[in-house]
């Protein structure tokens, strides 16, 4: 009876998101300048991100000119978040800035 309450206790407590509005992405970097010596060496981080098209629209001529994508609504805080680094990080000029996560209309799928 016990375990059967510490379950449904356990339940209650799984928090469910219907995330079909993001599609997933992918981080990827690469260093800068290859012959670089010494320390810091600069690296690009490069972030790609897919979206439904109902909920995140992109016109032709913000794909052409590279736009940032059109947030609105729930999406607002898209505007300042960003890609956080979490371990290893020194701060200053010299260390990890982190950059925002708000990507730039690159596509439009068939809707």
């Known amino acids: ?3 059967i309450v510490l379950l449904i206790f356990l339940y209650g407590l799984v928090y469910i998101v219907d995330a079909n509005h993001f599609l997933g992405g992918t981080i990827t970097w ?23 098209y109902s909920l995140i629209t992109c016109t032709n001529t913000q794909i052409a ?6 947030v609105g ?3 607002t805080r898209l505007l300042t978040e960003t890609l956080d680094c979490i371990a290893n990080c020194a701060s200053g000029t010299t260390g990890y800035v982190a950059p925002n996560i708000l990507p730039r209309c ?5 809707p």
């Open 65 to 70: 000119t590279s736009q940032l994508i059109p």
């Open 73 to 75: 609504g729930a999406y």
């Open 30 to 52: 690469h260093v800068l300048n290859g012959s670089a010596t010494g320390t810091p060496i600069a690296i690009v981080i490069t972030q790609t991100y897919s979206w439904t």
């Open 1 to 3: 009876m016990n375990s």
């Open 106 to 110: 690159s596509d439009i799928p068939i």
